[in-house]
């Protein structure tokens, strides 16, 4: 991509931040202040990624979805595009909370295609990427929390069914207390691998410089988080609770194991100079 095409798709993308915020600020407070802010930086933003798409073309005198990342920007737009359209026509700001952090996470990675410059300091590298470890430890122990409250609630649901309770039933929490434990675990835990996997994937572009994107390792952990967000999604907008939420988080949880086993190795980066 060119130089220029990629200044104006690092403004989208940081205009599509903002909708990233006000989607973990309905997570975590489920208001909705910011939505028309968010709403207004998000269409600002796709502007300036039509803008980029734009000077690729021109720059390049093709359609811009050659490679990878043109075709990652191309799909954000898109999408952003489609959801525009559909907030204008049906008014369905529920969806923020998934289309939002979907396209910025999309355009982010997709103006990690030029290569940068290594490492100012192995000082630096070496935070960045405890930085990185620590977020996913924190989100992984929040939907450990996650999981075991959904378990709890499943639990407690079946003895309130049954007509005669075990006695195990009345040291459980109650089902709303249950119930807002795994709404505030599930949304911390979202806003903490969200935060891991922006880390991890600047930590690995600068590292690997293009080659990052080929890795398996990298591939698993967007498919962990994207798998993360539709359950997220499925929570708050279409009202999952009881045995189908406790499904996805078990799921969840078990993708999340099996993305920090294919990333046990990095905490031994840290002692690479």
């Not at 434990?181 to 991890?200: E, Q």
Request: glycine share 6%; hydrophobic share 60%; with cysteine.
């Amino acid at each position: 991509m060119s130089a220029m095409s990629v200044m104006w798709l690092r403004v989208a993308a940081a205009l599509y931040s903002v909708g990233l915020l006000h989607a973990i600020l309905m997570l975590v407070r489920r208001r909705e202040q910011v939505f028309r802010v968010a709403l207004g930086a998000f269409s600002l933003g796709a502007v300036f990624h039509f803008v980029s798409i734009a000077e690729e073309g021109i720059a390049a005198n093709r359609c811009p979805i050659s490679n990878f990342y043109e075709t990652l920007s191309m799909c954000a737009f898109l999408v952003a595009i489609l959801y525009l359209f559909v907030q204008w026509r049906y008014k369905m700001a529920s969806l923020s909370a998934f289309i939002f952090p979907l396209v910025f996470v999309g355009s982010l990675v997709a103006t990690l295609g030029n290569p940068v410059s290594t490492w100012s300091s192995s000082a630096v590298r070496n935070t960045w990427l405890t930085v990185h470890i620590v977020l996913v430890l924190l989100g992984i122990a929040a939907l450990v929390v996650t999981a075991v409250a959904s378990l709890l609630y499943l639990a407690q649901e079946r003895e309130l069914k049954a007509k005669k309770p075990r006695k195990f039933y009345y040291r459980l929490p109650a089902l709303g207390t249950l119930d807002d434990l795994i709404s505030k675990s599930m949304a911390v835990g979202f806003v903490l691998i969200t935060l891991a996997v922006i880390a991890g994937s600047t930590w690995a572009f600068i590292e690997m410089r293009t080659a990052w994107i080929g890795d398996p390792k990298i591939a698993i952990s967007f498919f962990t988080w994207g798998i993360y967000m539709a359950m997220v999604f499925l929570r708050t907008t279409a009202g999952w609770r009881g045995r189908k939420a406790a499904i996805m988080t078990v799921t969840v949880l078990g993708f999340s194991m099996i993305t920090w086993a294919a990333h046990a190795r990095l905490g031994a980066l840290l002692l690479r100079q």
